[in-house]
């Protein structure tokens, strides 16, 4: 392994000189990447998920000579490995597969430690808002979820204000936003949301919302009730399906959770479904990312290795995406289908994070929170 | 060591002697704790490191960010630690001091818990104790009709209590390790003497291991403060948080420098409790208690109270081995989470791949890469727990030699800090400080060896603790004797301490192993490794929500840990043969 990384070196100091700048490799087609990258000989990827061994042998199948090293690891221990190597003056990852978008805005792309990379295969095919500032490759939810075996005439919210309502006292689930990026980037979302949320107010108390000193506007003020109306916290997801989701539970309560835990339904004895049909939105979509380290050591690879897991141009995406083409998760690359059991990713009434404003947004909300546990 | 030696040594020898063994320990402590410390401390002075201490300390979030939970973590220290001293203690009494029958399995059975991971035992509490506040299924008890309130289903409480469970074996194996050196004469000399009973546990026994039970008290503290699953599980519903839930939200949130900063205070706040700890035992004369003389071990006779004592022992050990390990093996055997005991089904171990249970993913046995994970624990736990101990002790002996001292001191504040350190923290500051070559060294970036400096230095505490309470027993007669007959320090290191230090020594190793075999963070942050080891096996398996292989492959991490403390027993008892009695 280590010998593997000082030949990798050694050959990236003779052929980095003679190769084109960066520049150019961002316009190159898989076919001219292919050569440069075979003479680098591999590729290091650290990655959120590890579906990425699948990755690897796909990868290692198509382009023959490219060695790829995945790491998995979570988005949190990514950013700390990049930071300090970095810092230490080591480059030794190329890409990063990485959700956190709002961290990884502020500590990685704003202190250019990574660089947006979009394959120009695929770039007419993705939607512009998930080019930039990060390439999205998928988007995954915090939405609200309830027991359908319970609830059998649908979902029993229809507005998110009914949360703060007595009838939903203590009977409201979330993984606790202080410990988890994602539930704070979903209350995040809706405090950014304020007039939505203050429309929502008024169509279900019949009047306008009068909003405390202390908190800014509708969205904020939908925080505080919530967690004045016994909002209860769990320590992970797993703990939030089983109590949400219980096929034979008789008064289950909802909470904020991830729509592609659904698939486990069956396997697991759940019955989560997704409430979609939610006044203003259910909740968030926010991206999983691929993003190239400053000074990749293996610059035409990471680069082949990033267009390679957009997938090819079938539905289901080929080798390279399926992996990762989940009911309830969704591709941003348009040519691929969603899974037909699924919400229709326009139909889902979500919001999709920006992760630029969230990261501005989001310590205001984390100080919030803290103040009312 | 000592200056009381009896040939006045040369300038030059004193130098090397008494003067280098120190210098050296003392390079080593800065490079390894010191300068991680201070990286972070460094990272707090920054604009927004001050920032984050006067959001910390002071502003309307202190409260809730600091001082509640500083208290619920100072509660769960104190009241852990006492727990475990007081349940440990005794069953470290009970199995080598008293003729309790079936001695050997009571002892086995109280090493174990360490073994389970913390969130076993909570998963275990939540099986009988869960209530309805959070809706799914409900515990044993609610479903047999009994209501739980919600102070004994979540918070403060069964936090501790189930960490009481976890904890207990730590403080076990270290005071045993020390009773076990509380030699027959000394107490046979009581007994002459006219002292009943009470007077020779309170006047003899005690005394001699007041040093261990400092140790075991303060790596209870220390393991209680950081723990991060039972609060989580347990305390989060009730929104209890504490500095442990609190550094790991701040930390995953994206805002290092409140968590650095909560980091800082909670080593600042347990160095003040260690210190005035260090000062009860140092403040005292030490029992010197391995003589070189005797050396069998005197049991009391229970008398009437063999078997009552006997089935009190059982069910502690019952209750917090079994249990755990159940919820554990069950959870490895049924397709549910949600239904633990209904249609068992061997397919997580052995099942073959491709059928419709787990996404046709195949039994943990069926993995290819299992025996090469197997096999690369082993031999990380091996090599980390050599070094940690070897280091360890050359600490222990300094600070036991120099008790009193300044330099004592300082050294085992310093050894014991790096249990507090988040290892997130501590994994960035040795990628800073050792991925450019310092002098002839090369650099160590993604290597091995990175690894196991880091790791020996994380696990230091271990090593330092259980060492230093069974060095302080050893009689400074022995060494002196080796000396005049011109022994050196080596040879009188492996021919006299290690023999009769074995047990301590041990003790603290399977501590380090165990802990190096469980632990990931580290692993993970150092080391670009394509060959596994079996805790990030397990994290690959939970985190595609596949809990089952992930219970499976933590039982199989508990036989390896269960069976490397046979093995350290056995040989502990060929070492100290007479010992057998």
């Known amino acids: 392994m280590f010998k593997r990384l000082a030949k990798a070196a050694l050959a990236a100091c003779v052929i980095l000189p003679s190769i084109a700048a960066a520049g150019d490799l961002d316009k190159m087609t898989p076919e001219q990447l292919l050569p440069l990258a075979q003479k680098e000989g591999s590729v290091t990827i650290f990655s959120l998920s590890s579906r990425i061994a699948k990755i690897e042998k796909a990868f290692e199948e198509t382009y023959p000579g490219v060695d790829l090293i995945g790491v998995d690891m979570s988005s949190t221990k990514q950013i700390a490995r990049l930071e300090a190597e970095q810092q230490a003056g080591i480059h030794a990852v190329d890409v990063l597969y990485i959700a956190d978008t709002p961290v990884v805005f502020t500590k990685l792309l704003q202190a ?28 995954s939810t915090k939405v609200l979820m309830y027991n359908e075996a319970a609830f059998s005439n649908g979902s029993p919210i229809n507005n998110l204000w009914q949360l703060t309502d007595p009838e939903w006292r203590g009977r409201v689930l979330m993984v606790d936003p202080s410990q988890r990026g994602e539930l704070l980037d979903l209350l995040t979302e809706i405090a950014l949301h304020s007039d939505e949320m203050s429309k ?21 003020q939908f925080i505080k009730d919530l967690f004045a109306n016994d909002l209860i916290l769990v320590p992970n997801s797993d703990v939030l399906n089983k109590s949400i989701g219980d096929i034979n539970a008789k008064e289950p309560p909802v909470g904020f959770g991830t729509y592609s835990d659904r698939r486990d339904n069956k396997k697991e004895g759940w019955a989560l479904q997704v409430a979609n049909k939610v006044e203003p939105a259910n909740g968030i979509l926010f991206p999983a990312i691929l993003t190239i380290a400053d000074k990749a050591p293996h610059p035409a690879a990471a680069r082949l290795l990033i267009d390679f897991m957009f997938g090819d141009d079938t539905p289901s995406g080929g080798p390279g995406f399926e992996p990762f083409n ?28 920006d992760p630029q404003k969230t990261a501005a947004a989001r310590g205001r909300i984390a100080d919030l929170i803290i103040t009312l546990q | ?29 800065a490079i390894l704790v010191v300068a991680p410390l201070l990286r972070i401390l460094l990272s707090t002075l920054t604009p927004e490191g001050l920032a984050a201490w006067e959001t910390v300390l002071f502003s309307p979030l202190s409260t809730n960010l600091w001082w509640r939970p500083l208290f619920n973590t100072m509660a769960l220290g104190f009241g852990v630690s006492i727990g475990c001293l007081l349940l440990g203690g005794f069953l470290a009494w009970l199995v080598i001091l008293t003729d309790v029958p079936g001695r050997r399995a009571l002892g086995l059975m109280a090493t174990l818990p360490y073994m389970i991971p913390s ?20 515990g044993f008890f609610e479903t047999s009709g009994l209501a739980i309130p919600d102070w004994l289903a979540w918070g403060l409480v069964p936090t501790a209590i189930v960490l009481i469970a976890h904890y207990y074996s730590l403080a076990y194996t270290i005071i045993a390790a020390a009773l076990s050196s509380v030699g027959a004469d000394l107490v046979e000399a009581g007994q002459m003497a006219g002292a009943r009973r009470p007077r020779i546990f309170f006047g003899i026994i005690l005394p001699v291991v007041t040093p261990a039970l400092i140790a075991a008290g303060s790596l209870t503290f220390a393991g209680a403060v950081a723990n991060f699953a039972a609060p989580a599980l347990l305390g989060l519903p009730v929104r209890m948080q504490t500095l442990s839930t609190r550094l790991f939200g701040m930390i995953e949130t994206g805002q290092n420098e409140r968590g650095f900063v909560i980091a800082l205070l909670l080593i600042a706040v347990s160095a003040a409790f260690l210190w005035l700890s260090d000062r009860i035992v140092s403040g005292r004369k030490a029992f010197i208690t391995v ?14 109270w063999r078997w009552p004592l006997f089935g009190l022992a059982l069910v502690v050990g ?22 633990l005991f209904s249609n068992w089904t061997l397919h997580f171990w052995i099942g073959e791949g491709g059928g419709a249970i787990a996404q046709g993913q195949a039994g943990v046995f069926r993995n290819p890469i299992l025996l090469d994970a197997l096999w690369n624990t082993i031999q990380l736990g091996l090599v980390v727990a050599f070094t940690t101990m070897l280091l360890g002790l050359a600490l222990a002996y300094t600070i036991v030699h120099r008790r009193g001292s300044l330099l004592a001191s300082v050294l085992s504040q310093l050894a014991f800090m790096p249990l507090l350190i988040p290892s997130i923290a501590f994994a960035a500051a040795y990628i800073a400080l050792f991925s450019a070559p310092i002098g002839p060294m090369p650099s160590l970036y993604g290597t091995f060896a990175l690894l196991v400096v880091a790791a020996s230095a994380h696990n230091l505490p271990f090593a330092v603790q259980s ?36 047990r301590g020594l041990f003790a603290g190793a399977i501590l380090v192993f165990v802990k190096m075999v469980r632990d990931l963070s580290l692993v993970v942050l150092l080391f670009t490794a394509t060959s596994p080891v079996l805790s990030m096996v397990a994290y690959r398996y939970a985190a595609e929500g596949f809990m089952q292989f992930a219970n499976a492959i933590t039982l199989i991490i508990l036989v390896v840990c269960l069976a490397a403390s046979l093995i350290a027993h056995s040989l502990q008892n060929r070492v100290q043969k007479w010992k057998e009695s």
């Open chain 1, 112 to 139: 250019k430690r990574v660089s947006n990379y979009v394959p120009p295969r695929v770039t007419g095919e993705i939607d512009d808002r998930y080019k930039v500032p990060l390439l999205a490759q998928r988007l």
């Open chain 1, 200 to 220: 929502a107010y008024q169509a279900h108390f019949g009047k306008e919302i009068e909003v405390d000193p202390d908190v800014q506007g509708a969205g904020e």
């Open chain 1, 326 to 353: 989940v009911p309830g998760d969704y591709a941003t690359r348009k040519t691929i289908a969603g899974h037909p059991d699924s919400v229709k990713l326009e139909d889902l009434q979500a919001w999709t994070i």
């Open chain 2, 1 to 29: 060591m000592t200056s009381t030696s009896i040939v006045m040594p040369s300038g030059s020898r004193l130098l090397r002697s008494a003067f280098l063994m120190p210098a050296i320990l003392v390079a080593i402590i």
């Open chain 2, 119 to 138: 969130f076993a035992a909570a998963l275990a509490w939540g099986t009988v104790f869960r209530n309805a506040r959070l809706g799914g299924s409900a």
């Open chain 2, 291 to 304: 003589t070189g003389k005797g050396g069998r071990t005197k049991r009391f006779p229970l008398g009437v």
């Open chain 2, 318 to 339: 019952l209750l917090t081995t079994v249990a755990p390990i159940l919820i554990l093996a069950a959870s490895s055997l049924a397709p549910q989470g949600g239904a």
């Open chain 2, 467 to 502: 060492g230093r309470s069974v060095l302080g027993q050893i009689s400074a007669d022995l060494e002196e004797s080796a000396r005049l007959t011109g022994a050196g320090l080596i040879r009188r290191l492996f021919a006299i301490i290690f023999p009769l230090a074995i």
